[in-house]
């Protein structure tokens, strides 16, 4: 650099490459730092990771069970394709016609078969055993429309205990109702339970990971008030830092995933030796959308963390 | 062009670093800043890279008043400023061609163009055999060196140097000014705050005297 060069090129024209391609060697440079400084730091950085495996762990392990129990649900479900309508007592024909055709609608509706109150007696006199049941002068039982189901997961079966609840001339059905509604509230909050501990655990992982990256930024404020001594921009200095929380999100999430399966696998022999019991069969196994869901939360996580806490300090130590 | 028009700078504690200073340096021009230590030479450097702010009055550098610039014009305007300071501000952890290299890859040079120009910059400040070297490997002279090649590489209009012979020997003393002195004679403007009066009396330079932030006069140089 002569100093006849000097007038050749003045700052900021010349020889400095299209932004894109200035953009993506600069991503390259900040994916192989973060990488570099994983591999350079081992203890400091994986107890970061292993921390947020954990904490993301638990709401998957929670979300996994209420999973476990819709499947068990399910599976009970199964063996009981078979639903009974009972009628209010004073249906008329046109009534029970006019709901045997809404139910033939059903999608979820394989067959249906309408017991009158004196068949119902006659079987039941059959069942019990009881002689003269059936030598009543009239039946005390209502009329029945016995169905069977095409479809029995729970969700399909909620749907059609919606629309046979808006039936004026339904009374009641057996379709194990309850328990199924019991057993879908049984999920529903360990759903809940699984976001609530997501959001409440996520914020976690953001202070993990911020605190992380203030340390390293404290470390690195050297260079980084230098950086923007000579022209670096705020996303140039952050994009390090993003890299860096996003990495150690994304790889949290994976510890997490490998937490989840480990504990899926222990519990796996017990749990096939209960459900056996009931004449079920599972096999608990990693929800190949929850490790999605897990990866994708961490490097979410990581690099929003990294984002807040940068921004923060990056404004603090590079400008007046 | 480097302009201050009635500029004071006015601490948290309410002291003064810089009370009603009003001076221009034209392009292309040097000027030394003298005063003692406190006098408020390295408080007045800092707002011309708006590495601070002032409290009142107005700061012009190459045509923008950096009271009217946003954060983020920042970055543009420092890109064309060099800045040299006494204690070096060399990262540690990297080599000597690795700190050279930053203002260059801050601004989106291709690698083959970073490699050309920071061989020539330390070809120029006589360390191209030492661009590998650590720099805690150099002695107080080669960093200063290195720091100066670092300000100069990507060629600014504007460079800065906040007691740049601090540490030195008077004979490398000179040789730092005599480098300032190159780039000057190609159009650089040279700003330059010591309390060497007696190194600063050696070059005929107009000098802005300070003392307690205050402008204590212009002094033209010694015939």
């Known amino acids: 650099m002569s100093p006849s060069s000097q007038t050749e090129q003045p700052a900021n024209r010349g020889n400095t490459s299209h932004p894109l391609a200035t953009w993506r060697r600069h991503h390259g440079q900040c994916l192989r730092g973060a990488l570099g400084r994983l591999i350079r730091r081992p203890l400091g950085a994986w107890a970061t990771i292993l921390v947020l495996g954990i904490v993301l762990s638990l709401p998957a392990l929670v979300m996994t069970l209420g999973h476990q129990v819709e499947r068990v649900g399910e599976l009970w479900m199964a063996d009981a394709a078979r639903m009974d309508v009972y009628l209010e007592p004073d249906t008329t024909t046109e009534d029970r016609a006019e709901l045997a055709d809404w139910l033939e609608r059903q999608p979820t509706v394989d067959s249906l078969r309408a017991i009158s109150p004196d068949a119902g007696l006659q079987t039941l006199a059959l069942r019990l055993q009881i002689e003269g049941l059936d030598s009543m002068e009239s039946s005390p039982l209502p009329w029945v429309i016995e169905l069977t189901l095409r479809d029995t997961r729970l969700e399909t079966r909620l749907t059609l205990a919606e629309g046979l609840h808006q039936q004026p001339a339904v009374a009641d059905f057996s379709a194990g109702g309850e328990w199924i509604e019991r057993l879908e509230q049984i999920r529903s909050f360990f759903d809940e339970m699984g976001w609530w501990l997501m959001g409440l655990l996520g914020l976690t992982v953001i202070f993990v990971v911020g605190n992380t990256l203030r340390l390293e930024l404290h470390e690195r404020r050297r260079e980084i008030a230098l950086v923007a001594l000579i022209g670096g921009t705020e996303r140039y200095m952050l994009r390090p830092l993003l890299y860096d929380g996003a990495l150690t999100g994304l790889l949290g999430g994976a510890v997490a995933a490998v937490l989840v399966s480990t504990a899926l696998a222990t519990v796996s022999e017990p749990v096939q030796r209960f459900a056996a019991s009931y004449g079920a069969a599972i096999e608990p196994a990693t929800d190949p959308t929850l490790v999605g869901l897990l990866l994708t939360v961490g490097l979410f996580l990581g690099w929003l963390s990294a984002q807040l806490t940068g921004r923060y300090y990056i404004a603090r130590l590079s400008t007046p | 062009m480097i302009e201050f028009a009635n500029v004071s700078r006015r601490y948290a504690n309410g002291q003064f670093g810089l009370q009603d200073i009003s001076f221009r340096v034209p392009t292309g021009r040097m000027a030394f800043i003298t005063g003692h230590s406190g006098a408020g030479k390295s408080t007045l450097l800092r707002l011309i890279p708006a590495l601070d702010r002032p409290t009142s009055g107005k700061v012009m550098v190459g045509g923008y008043e950096l009271g009217r610039m946003g954060r983020h014009q920042y970055p543009k305007l420092r890109r064309q400023i060099g800045v040299v300071f006494q204690d070096h501000h060399l990262l540690t952890d990297r080599c000597v061609f690795d ?69 030195l020997d008077p004979e490398l003393s000179r040789d730092i000014f005599d480098r300032f002195f190159e780039f000057h004679a190609v159009g ?15 070059y005929p330079v107009p000098r802005i005297a300070l003392n307690q932030g205050r402008i204590q006069g212009f002094e033209e140089p010694d015939a």
């Not at chain 2, 890859?105 to 970073?114: A, E, K």
Request: charged content about 25%; glycine content about 8%; cysteine-free.
């Open chain 2, 99 to 167: 700190n050279v290299a930053l203002p260059l890859q801050v601004s989106g040079y291709l690698p083959g163009d970073v490699r050309r120009r920071v061989g020539a910059a330390l070809d120029k400040v006589g360390l191209l055999d030492r661009q590998r070297a650590a720099i805690e490997e150099l002695s107080g002279g080669e960093q200063q060196r290195v720091n100066i090649a670092r300000a100069l590489v990507n060629r600014p209009r504007i460079l800065l140097a906040d007691e740049p012979t601090g540490n």
């Open chain 2, 188 to 202: 650089v403007t040279v700003l330059i705050a010591s309390h060497d009066i007696d190194l600063l009396r050696q």
